[in-house]
């Protein structure tokens, strides 16, 4: 069974406020470490925090959830709505170009998803100009550092408010094409 590393920071907010579900995918454990002058020297635990007390003075909570491991983002992701989510902010790093099967998960789910990077996948090697995974999203945020995961929240935030609710991922983005 795949090892399953999750940092929860769901914190406290009024009944029926929105619950968004924030996955980091593989190596996002190891910022701070990792190839800061790409990344940054914020550490994923840090971002989690910061992204827990915006949502929390906006009224949501989140849950933050990282995986090294294909499988369990795609059952995450697939449980999301029955565990009472609202939607999706999903980075998942290097999956995004490679995964047929994080694209199916998520043009799956009925879940708003929202695709954000930490760097600009567009401005660095060819491989990375090329996301499985954004067409089957809301939209997608990338190159902000850090600020990313703020601005990804504020997004589907904003897309709550103006849609009465999170159903609904296919019918959101009104978009049928393919990888």
């Given at each position: 069974?795949a ?8 914190r406290?907010a ?19 470490r ?11 635990a ?20 990282q ?8 059952d995450?992701?697939?449980s999301?709505e ?9 980075n ?21 998803t ?10 660095r090697?060819p ?6 995974i954004?067409?089957a999203?809301?939209?997608r945020i990338?190159?902000?550092?850090a600020?990313?995961?703020s ?11 103006g849609s ?9 983005r009104?978009r049928?094409?393919?990888?």
């Amino acid at each position: 069974m795949a090892a399953r590393k999750q940092a929860t920071a769901t914190r406290a907010a009024p009944a029926g406020s929105p619950k968004l579900l924030v996955l980091s995918g593989p190596n996002l454990d190891r910022l701070g470490r990792r190839e800061p002058e790409i990344y940054g020297s914020t550490t994923l635990a840090e971002i989690h925090e910061r992204l827990a007390a915006e949502a929390k003075a906006r009224g949501a909570r989140v849950e933050c959830r990282q995986s090294n491991h294909e499988g369990t983002l795609i059952d995450w992701i697939g449980s999301a709505e029955d565990e009472g989510f609202s939607a999706i902010l999903f980075n998942p790093g290097a999956f995004t170009h490679t995964s047929y099967a994080l694209y199916d998960a998520v043009k799956g789910c009925r879940l708003p998803t929202i695709e954000l990077h930490l760097s600009n996948p567009d401005a660095r090697e060819p491989f990375r100009r090329r996301s499985r995974i954004a067409p089957a999203c809301l939209g997608r945020i990338a190159g902000f550092g850090a600020a990313s995961y703020s601005l990804a929240l504020d997004a589907a935030l904003r897309h709550l408010e103006g849609s009465g609710s999170g159903a609904s991922n296919r019918k959101a983005r009104g978009r049928t094409t393919s990888p």
